[in-house]
């Protein structure tokens, strides 16, 4: 009796276990398989924009992010096979080492103020083409390197694409400001437009996110709608606010990667 018990014990804690096993291999294999139609929707819209916007002799905004990685690495690619001759503005530390290791011609706004192209990725786009950006804590640099150009293209996966902001992205909207002046800034975010501003803290070391300028990131929670130029003009005004991570009517065109493999372009 007593061996027939634990027969029966031993073959429920073996069938357990294998089916845990099973059930644990199911989730990698799916969020595998998420990750790499993620992947593949990156690469389809910039290879779409990097092949629609871009020609010989043009000057280019290269923005930050997983999504411009495929833009420069069609870029790279088209220099290559076609010989255009391009010259690249980074946004970032990280867009000037993907220049670099491309081979890419790199130049800065000192050297070219004035941009035929931009192209970079986003946290999200509403139907207007509104944008937040600065997940990545490169929002300042990556609005001027728009701003200087001719032409703004968005490129991002499916997730991005929202009919408003805050219907995907829950981070809130990124603003850069002076150490020194995080916190008044958060309290005026707060009582001004309601909501809560969250101090971005470093995930590998103590203390707050430092940008490339040298400043801090508030996370502004919203909930709600908003006219959105308004808005920021509304942060822009307070004082200690280097800028903010929205990004209104400076897009022309976005390309969204989808599930399916194709592209989903729009334009204002």
């Known amino acids: 009796m007593f061996l027939h018990q634990l027969s029966r014990n031993l073959k429920i804690t073996f069938t357990a276990k294998f089916l845990s096993e099973k059930c644990i291999l199911h989730r990698q294999q799916l969020y595998t398989s998420t990750m790499s139609a993620v992947e593949s929707a990156k690469k389809a819209a910039a290879f779409k924009a990097v092949n629609n916007h871009i020609k010989d002799g043009d000057k280019v905004g290269i923005g930050s992010g997983s999504t411009v990685v495929y833009a420069v690495e069609r870029l790279a690619q088209r220099v290559s096979e076609e010989g255009l001759q391009v010259t690249c503005v980074p946004t970032s530390f990280q867009a000037r080492q993907l220049i670099v290791q491309n081979s890419l011609k790199l130049s800065d706004l000192e050297i070219t103020p004035e941009l035929d192209v931009a ?150």
Request: charge should be negative; charged fraction near 25%.
């Open 119 to 268: 192209i970079d990725g986003a946290d999200e786009a509403d139907e207007n083409l509104t944008l937040i950006k600065g997940g990545g804590g490169c929002q300042l640099q990556e609005k001027i390197v728009a701003s200087a150009a001719k032409l703004f293209v968005v490129i991002a996966d499916y997730r991005k694409d929202s009919t408003r902001l805050g219907e995907q992205w829950k981070k809130g909207v990124p603003i850069e400001v002076v150490p020194m002046a995080y916190r008044p800034v958060q309290m005026k975010l707060e009582s001004l437009l309601g909501g809560k501003a969250v101090l971005r803290e470093a995930k590998s070391k103590a203390g707050p996110v430092v940008t490339d300028n040298g400043n801090f990131i508030l996370d502004w929670i919203f909930d709600g709608k908003f006219d959105w130029k308004e808005v920021d003009q509304q942060i822009m005004m307070i004082p200690g606010v280097v800028e903010t991570g929205l990004f209104v009517n400076m897009a022309t065109v976005a390309y969204f990667g989808m599930e399916d493999g194709s592209v989903k372009e729009r334009q204002v």
